[in-house]
């Protein structure tokens, strides 16, 4: 094993530690929450690295780099590769054909496209729904910051649900940044609050998944419960812009 494999395979299998024990804390089964490896800005040499050091699920955030990567890794076809990243409609095409996950479903429209190119693709994309439960105007996702106003996209829930190549699993949030993982903590309980009012709005959906909490407030969200944590730096060290 090269040394950048195993450094990475080290802060791998640590943060599984660290998730374990936050479940546990929880109440939680361990089992219950997967770690998504963020590679973006991360060459394609060190992306191999990660997955050679054990990672079973890579997150992406821009869908060329991310097409790029896998095309270029084939022989590890057992990796899933996420999109955890703002998609713009006219890439939605590319987000559709190849990766096995979207978490940052953020509007009607994109759904819509994601959609129709992929059954023109014969396949069913997993998709969360993404929410912007601290109301800033930079962040993506559906406004959620003011629990009064939940009932107003509800609408365009059902939209969603009803595409038939769009399999709606849960939520996601990126929560504004803050001084400690503590600060965060807020934004998970509203996440899931919210995942508490959608499965009363649609008792037939699914919205088990929860994505929350990146290298510094994942265990607070494993503990606030999150089924997927998204990390990046933590694991994979800094990126090159
Ligand atoms: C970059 C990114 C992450 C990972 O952030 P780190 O601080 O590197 O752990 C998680 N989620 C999203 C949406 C990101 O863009």
């Given at each position: 094993?090269?040394?950048?494999?195993?450094?990475?395979?080290?802060?791998?299998?640590a943060?599984?530690?660290?998730?374990?024990?936050?479940?546990?804390?929880?109440?939680?089964?361990?089992?219950?929450?997967?770690?998504?490896?963020?590679?973006?800005?991360?060459?394609?040499?060190?992306?191999?690295?990660?997955?050679?050091?054990?990672?079973?699920?890579?997150?992406?955030?821009?869908?060329?780099?991310?097409?790029?990567?896998?095309?270029?890794?084939p022989?590890?076809?057992?990796?899933?590769?996420?999109?955890?990243?703002?998609?713009?409609?006219?890439?939605?095409?590319?987000?559709?054909?190849?990766?096995?996950?979207?978490?940052?479903?953020?509007?009607?429209?994109?759904?819509?496209?994601?959609?129709?190119f992929?059954?023109?693709?014969?396949?069913?994309?997993?998709?969360?729904?993404?929410?912007?439960?601290?109301?800033?105007?930079s962040?993506?996702?559906?406004?959620?910051?003011?629990?009064?106003?939940?009932?107003?996209?509800?609408?365009?829930?059902?939209?969603?649900?009803?595409?038939?190549?769009?399999?709606?699993?849960?939520?996601?949030?990126?929560?504004?940044?803050?001084?400690?993982?503590?600060?965060?903590?807020?934004?998970?309980?509203?996440?899931?609050?919210?995942?508490?009012?959608?499965?009363?709005?649609?008792?037939?959906?699914?919205?088990?998944?929860?994505?929350?909490g990146?290298?510094?407030?994942?265990?607070?969200?494993?503990?606030?419960?999150?089924?997927?944590?998204?990390?990046?730096?933590?694991?994979?060290?800094?990126?090159?812009?």
């Amino acid at each position: 094993m090269s040394e950048l494999v195993e450094s990475i395979r080290e802060r791998y299998l640590a943060a599984l530690d660290r998730i374990a024990v936050a479940a546990k804390k929880a109440e939680r089964a361990p089992g219950s929450v997967k770690l998504v490896v963020v590679t973006k800005a991360q060459s394609l040499e060190v992306t191999r690295a990660v997955i050679e050091a054990g990672v079973k699920i890579l997150g992406e955030n821009y869908p060329e780099e991310g097409v790029m990567k896998l095309q270029s890794l084939p022989e590890f076809s057992a990796v899933e590769w996420h999109m955890i990243g703002h998609v713009q409609s006219r890439k939605a095409r590319i987000v559709a054909g190849n990766f096995d996950f979207l978490h940052s479903l953020d509007s009607l429209k994109l759904a819509k496209r994601l959609d129709r190119f992929c059954g023109e693709a014969g396949r069913a994309l997993p998709v969360l729904l993404e929410f912007n439960v601290g109301g800033e105007e930079s962040k993506g996702g559906w406004f959620a910051s003011d629990e009064s106003r939940w009932q107003e996209w509800t609408a365009e829930v059902a939209e969603i649900l009803a595409l038939p190549n769009l399999k709606v699993r849960g939520l996601m949030t990126m929560p504004p940044f803050g001084e400690t993982a503590d600060a965060s903590r807020p934004f998970f309980v509203r996440l899931r609050r919210l995942q508490e009012f959608l499965a009363s709005q649609f008792p037939q959906a699914d919205f088990r998944e929860l994505s929350m909490g990146t290298s510094f407030d994942y265990e607070a969200a494993v503990e606030e419960g999150a089924t997927f944590v998204r990390v990046g730096t933590a694991i994979v060290g800094s990126r090159n812009y």
